[in-house]
T-cell receptor, first 114, second 115 residues
Framework: DQQVKQNSPSLSVQEGRISILNCDYTNSMFDYFLWYKKYPAEGPTFLISISSIKDKNEDGRFTVFLNKSAKHLSLHIVPSQPGDSAVYFCAASFGGTSYGKLTFGQGTILTVHP | DGGITQSPKYLFRKEGQNVTLSCEQN?????MYWYRQDPGQGLRLIYY???????QKGDIAEGYSVSREKKESFPLTVTSAQKNPTAFYLC??????????????FGQGTRLTVV
């Protein structure tokens, strides 16, 4: 049972344009969502997060939007740069007895063309 | 320099042998995690530990074992019972803040290959 899904395996964008990466989740108990960036043979690095009490969080070129009713979140990168080319993972967690457990999606490969 | 160190970076194992992957952190984080990544797949949780001397199974714990004797260390043993051990293994840690969510920090990973 895949509780966090990234349905687009890949995305190709021109430099300077907007990149939009999407993520859907099924467990309504999730209350904290994160985006990570990963290069091959390296560990993921944290990009941005959002709590379920918010619908938007912004950090520089990165903005995460959360739509709780649709159980959907998205990461917007504006403007996209060639250095943004990597695999992007969304992740989710919730409190209670499973506090701390992070569930990841399958990842989306972003390629930004010069 | 604070961070998470995984060793070795590359590991080769013969079929039928147990092997232990090291994970050490000096971030003073309470929680530690082990994930596995296979080609084209996301990160799947193997085990996690929120405090010393306590750990819980993740989604794919069969064939693996862990220990948490020290706050800084969370070694993962891949046993001969794991049917498909070749993968990229990632260790992470996270600061528990009494109910407030925080991000997890990852090590650089260990690529295990069964030969």
């Amino acid at each position: 049972d895949q509780q966090v899904k990234q349905n687009s395996p890949s995305l190709s964008v021109q430099e300077g344009r907007i990149s939009i990466l999407n993520c859907d989740y099924t467990n309504s108990m999730f209350d904290y969502f994160l985006w990570y960036k990963k290069y091959p043979a390296e560990g993921p690095t944290f990009l941005i997060s959002i709590s379920s009490i918010k619908d938007k969080n912004e950090d520089g070129r990165f903005t995460v939007f959360l739509n709780k009713s649709a159980k959907h979140l998205s990461l917007h990168i504006v403007p996209s740069q060639p250095g943004d080319s990597a695999v992007y993972f969304c992740a989710a967690s919730f409190g209670g007895t499973s506090y701390g457990k992070l569930t990841f999606g399958q990842g989306t490969i972003l390629t930004v063309h010069p | 320099d604070g961070g998470i160190t995984q060793s070795p970076k590359y590991l080769f194992r013969k079929e039928g042998q147990n092997v232990t992957l090291s994970c050490e952190q000096n971030l003073n984080h309470d929680a530690m995690y082990w994930y596995r990544q296979d080609p084209g797949q996301g990160l799947r949780l193997i085990y996690y530990s929120q405090i010393v001397n306590d750990f819980q199974k993740g989604d794919i714990a069969e064939g693996y074992s862990v220990s948490r004797e020290k706050k800084e260390s969370f070694p993962l043993t891949v046993t001969s019972a794991q049917k498909n051990p070749t993968a990229f293994y990632l260790c992470a840690s996270r600061k528990e803040t009494g109910g407030m969510n925080t991000e997890a920090f990852f090590g650089q990973g260990t690529r295990l290959t069964v030969v």
